[in-house]
């Protein structure tokens, strides 16, 4: 049996997706601040500290628990939807740029999923949306994503977004996977995460990928994205940038422009 809020779900679209959250009478969904798209009438909309997972906690006790969202780059505040009305009622939920949005029961996953920062949409009301520190010190100062990362824990839906394309790898137990750290979206609890130094002088100076990979070991899941959003800032950035086309500047640059379909 579930404690937190059972509810269903629909995930619409392909490069910009939302997900669309049905509710029942006296059932609640929780948000990050930011991602509410559209509701029915009948849902009540109430801002909140920290994720309501644990109703009795003090106001010192949300403040904490507030705070440590804030080091994993969410929002102070979140927001709840209730279904305050007669019927069954929904409300949607957008992705913040585009990619694929996750739908993960953590019932099936052990009651506990470690996900990125800033990867946390939506839940059911009872998920506990936490802060996960890395023990290992070379994790933590190498790993791409810092030293803190997101973890979401309970029984219910919650939902992560993430960029370019996103699939699902099963490890088998002693099983190990070596990926880009900003590749990494979210494992379960029985993955053993690490770094690794990518060695060799050639592929440190030259190779152009990071000196580290992420080294997780199953058995467990791991949700793995094509295109993170800091590299795809990255990337824009250096186009837009005056030293962004190799090609300005030089006698071909006007040509090469014409080739490639930016005119002159």
């Known amino acids: 049996m579930r404690t937190n809020h059972e509810i269903d779900y629909k995930i619409y679209g392909e490069e910009m997706q939302y997900v669309e959250v049905e509710l029942d009478p006296g059932e609640t969904a929780i948000a990050e601040s930011g991602a509410f798209m559209m509701m029915d009438d009948g849902i009540q909309m109430q801002t909140m500290f920290g994720d ?18 804030m080091l994993t780059g969410e929002s102070l505040f979140m927001t709840a939807f209730t279904n305050a009305g007669q019927g069954k009622k929904r409300v949607s939920f957008a992705s913040p740029y585009p990619g694929k949005i996750i739908a993960l029961d953590l019932m099936e996953l052990g009651g506990k999923v470690v996900a990125q920062k800033d990867a946390f949409l939506c839940a059911a009301k009872g998920v506990s949306v ?28 919650a939902f992560v977004h993430a960029g370019g394309h996103v699939f699902e790898k099963v490890l088998q137990p002693g099983e190990l996977l070596r990926i880009d750290t900003g590749c990494l979206v979210a494992y379960t609890q029985t993955i053993d995460y690490d770094i690794q130094f990518v060695g060799g002088i050639k592929n440190t100076l030259f190779g152009g990928e990071g000196l580290f990979f992420a080294t997780l070991r199953g058995p467990g899941k791991i949700w793995i994205q094509t295109l993170p959003i800091s590299r795809l800032a990255s990337r824009i950035l250096t186009y837009g940038s005056a030293g962004g086309r190799k090609e300005e500047g030089s006698i071909l640059g006007g040509l090469g422009n014409m080739l490639d379909g930016d005119g002159w």
């Open 52 to 69: 309501g997972s644990k109703p009795q906690q003090g106001l010192l006790g949300k403040l904490v628990s507030a705070g440590k969202r």
């Open 130 to 157: 936490g802060i996960e520190f890395q023990r290992k010190l070379g994790t933590g100062l190498f790993g791409g994503e810092g030293f803190i990362m997101e973890k979401l824990e309970g029984d219910g839906f």
